[in-house]
């Protein structure tokens, strides 16, 4: 469907006529068919519960978390890990067809290494090129614009 509309306003302001199927068939983008699994529809739901709040909630007060010291910390959604490669693990959302990363909230001491990875990040791009996490953001919105 998101092809589609693409399509659509490609061809929307050509003659004011409706456009023809061969002009359809033209301005809808192809894309390649994604090589990863489609998540089960409870996957997706968390999936989008958690990225409607930016992947980030209140700090947990599990035992876990209060053990490994993570209690005040905002939990996090973290992607699943790939058991053959080791990497994020990805899947394709259901309801959007887009590729997609599930995952899960950290807790305790996964919640707490993601933590302490992120301020080694934002320490060392400091250190090594004067840049800080505001920075980092507005690079991150310039490489997620199309």
């Known amino acids: 469907l998101a092809g589609v509309r693409i399509g ?8 004011g006529k ?21 998540m089960s529809w409870s996957e997706a739901a968390e999936h989008d519960r958690a990225a409607a709040v930016g992947y980030e909630r209140e700090p947990c007060q599990c035992r876990a978390c209060v053990e490994a010291g993570a209690d005040t910390l905002p939990q996090r959604y ?21 590729v997609v990363y599930p995952g ?25 090129f004067r840049i800080t996490r505001r920075d980092v953001a507005a690079i991150g919105r310039l490489a997620a614009t199309p």
Do not use: M, N
């Not at 659509?8 to 003659?15: A, F, I, V, Y």
């Not at 301005?27 to 390649?32: G, N, Q, S, Y």
């Not at 973290?78 to 887009?98: N, S, Y």
């Not at 899960?104 to 990040?121: I, K, M, S, V």
């Open 104 to 128: 899960q909230w950290a807790h305790g001491p996964a919640l707490a290494g993601w933590h302490l990875a992120r301020e080694h990040f934002y320490a060392t791009a400091h250190r090594l």
């Open 78 to 98: 973290l992607p699943e890990e790939d058991p053959q490669t080791g990497d994020a693990r990805k899947a394709q959302h259901p309801r959007t067809l887009l």
């Open 18 to 38: 409706f456009p023809t199927s061969s002009q359809w068939a033209c301005a809808i983008p192809r894309t390649a068919r994604p090589d990863a699994p489609v």
């Open 8 to 15: 659509w306003e490609r061809l929307r302001d050509q003659d």
